[in-house]
């Protein structure tokens, strides 16, 4: 443990003298002592204690120790840290024996590991020292050593009353110490014993507040610091305007993977170490929680009222017990009845999905569930089908029934867990037919000529049939609930005789579907870095559950491990956990637009064929 100055170099420690001598006492002592270093004769005595360290009874040492006798500050410091019997002999008899009792206790808790009853032994002595220094007894002896001695000057009675006043801060200086560096290597036992150990000391003074502050002052301090940095290096990157929605999404999911993957692990390591309900851990959780709700506000101006929501009540969880839960209680409010019309009309879309299909096979919308009186809309799926039966549920979305089998879409919601199994039911059964489709025709697809999706068409004549129907398109129009919607139609077509190709039409069609190629080729280069540097957390995570799982094992079978490595471990785990989840969500923009710009890419090659178009 750390030994202070004031017992390391203790004056009358080092000149052999009692806390009794007088100033005639030190310089005699200085004089043998100066002989003895000369003749290489100094001696251990049975005053020096070994937990304090060596004493440096050198020339400079003893130099040091006789100017420190001259300053009456220092000097009643050294008196007060150093026994008023030196020596065993004869020590029951003197009347100071209490306080020379309740010295060699503290002197004694230096020796041995830092551990449970190292700390409960710092305990007891320090009360022990308390209750000797509070004894007025004591002082007035203090005062009469000090004026007999003939030390000059004298020490003022305030120094010596504020010597008093520090007394037992002075002499637990060691134990906050360890507690500091206990922290600073995240030892958490030893940081909550401590810290426990002076809260039971809180009647000594108000040096225990100040003492346990100076513990988790320096981490704290540190986080305060980390959370004020993300605000500032994403607050102004948000664009504060309705139509800036796409690229404030960017920037809020980038603010909020930062605090996922930097200041949420440090909260916790934080208050991990601290004991429950410690001012300096309260504070570390409002601080973050503050900035979870500062993010929370950001998400507003991305149009996820939902998001920002659910993040507002994260963290008035987080900063329960504080004052700043008050704020985010308010933020809370004013979020709420967005965040509930955003659950009602889903989130706002730029397109219109594709509609429309032949002899059954193509995209509709089928359902009709969670009426809104207000907006007058509905919840609906939009499904693609074949011969009239949906097969794969494409998504789900809130419309407003128009006439005439047209539809004003308001907003994009999830689908419901039914449709996803409806989903995942319906895609294996179609890689499992593929399969079987390959496994049973080798002969025939080696010979028969594949089509796949061209780079080129052309608008050629092909054979016109009396049952060419046309494709309408989806088209986009404004509305007022919410900021902006779409509408499109839904006719199938009938068996009538349609026209020979339109050549403008097709040549319309083919602009549009390399429009959307290029753009779909756009968005695969962007999500491209992504997925790999998804991979690579994947191949970080993999050895990491792999020696995670071992030490489970291990503890599962009565083996001991190293609880701290595991819980490192475990936090490195999370930490990759969070990061690949923030990246994912980052791009969830890119991946719907990517399904969108597939589906619609389907639908116009549907039309293209169905108006006598080409593949090459």
């Given amino acids: 443990m750390f030994v202070p100055d004031r017992f390391k170099t203790n004056a009358f420690c080092v000149l052999q003298l009692s806390a009794e001598a007088t100033l005639s006492d030190v310089h005699r002592a200085a004089g043998d002592l100066r002989r003895a270093a000369l003749l290489d004769a100094t001696t251990v005595t049975e005053a020096d204690v070994p937990a304090l360290g060596d004493v440096p009874r050198s020339e400079a040492g003893i130099r040091a120790a006789v100017g420190r006798i001259e300053n009456p500050e220092l000097r009643i410091s050294d008196r007060l840290f150093w026994f008023d019997a030196v020596g065993v002999a004869g020590f029951e008899g003197l009347p100071l024996k209490k306080h020379d009792l309740a010295l060699r206790a503290i002197f004694s808790a230096f020796s041995g590991d830092l551990d449970e009853e190292c700390v409960w032994k710092w305990a007891r002595a320090l009360r022990a020292w308390h209750q000797i220094v509070s004894d007025d007894d004591y002082w007035t002896r203090v005062c009469e050593l000090e004026m007999k001695g003939g030390f000059e000057p004298a020490a003022f009675p305030s120094e010596i009353e504020e010597l008093r006043s520090k007394a037992v801060e002075l002499a637990a200086e060691p134990l906050v110490i360890a507690g500091r560096e206990a922290l600073a290597r995240d030892d958490a036992k030893v940081v909550r014993l401590v810290l426990f150990a002076l809260e039971q000391m809180s009647d000594t003074g108000d040096w225990v507040a100040s003492a346990q502050q100076e513990i988790a002052a320096a981490p704290i301090e540190s986080f305060k610091k980390q959370c004020r940095d993300v605000r500032e290096d994403f607050e102004s990157k948000i664009i504060r305007q309705s139509d800036a929605c796409k690229q404030n999404k960017t920037v809020c999911a980038a603010e909020l993977a930062r605090f996922r993957t930097d200041v949420e692990p440090e909260l916790n390591r934080i208050t991990r170490l601290l004991p429950p309900g410690y001012e300096g851990g309260q504070e570390a959780r409002e601080e973050a929680a503050l900035l979870l709700s500062a993010i929370a506000s950001d998400f507003t101006w991305a149009d996820e009222f939902i998001e920002s929501e659910k993040l507002q009540e994260e963290a008035l969880k987080l900063a329960q017990n504080t004052l700043g839960a008050i704020r985010i209680q308010a933020a809370l409010e004013r979020i709420r009845s967005s965040a509930q019309q955003q659950r009602v009309l889903g989130k706002p879309i730029s397109s219109a999905p594709a509609l429309g299909s032949i002899n059954g096979i193509g995209c509709t919308l089928y359902g009709h569930s969670d009426y809104d009186r207000e907006s007058n ?53 179609i890689a499992i037919a593929i399969v079987m489709m390959f496994a049973n025709s080798d002969s025939t697809s080696a010979s028969s000529p594949s089509i796949t999706s061209p780079s080129s068409y052309s608008a050629g004549a092909s054979s016109p049939s009396s049952d060419s129907p046309s494709m309408p398109a989806a088209t986009a129009s404004t509305a007022s609930v919410p900021s902006y919607s779409a509408t499109s139609s839904d006719t199938p077509s009938s068996g009538s005789s349609g026209p020979d190709p339109n050549d403008g039409e097709l040549r319309s069609l083919r602009e549009r579907i390399e429009a959307g190629r290029s753009q779909m080729t756009e968005i695969e280069n962007r999500l491209k870095p992504v997925m790999d540097e998804v991979s690579s957390i994947e191949e970080q995570i993999k050895p990491l559950k792999s020696e995670i799982d071992s030490l489970k094992r291990e503890r599962t079978e009565g083996i001991d491990i190293d609880t701290d490595h595991y819980n490192s471990l475990v936090d490195d785990y999370n930490s990759l956990l969070r990061r690949k989840k923030a990246l994912l969500e980052a791009n969830d923009t890119d991946v719907n637009k990517y399904e969108s710009l597939r589906n619609d890419d389907e639908s116009m090659m549907a039309q293209w064929k169905a108006l006598g178009g080409k593949v090459e």
């Fill in 377 to 429: 809309s509905y919840a609906t799926t939009h499904y693609f089908t074949f011969f009239f039966l949906p097969i794969l549920p494409l998504g789900r979305y809130r419309v407003i029934n128009v006439g005439a089998r047209r539809y004003q879409f308001l907003g994009k919601i999830p689908l419901r867990n039914g449709d996803r199994w409806h989903l995942g039911v319906s895609l294996s059964a």
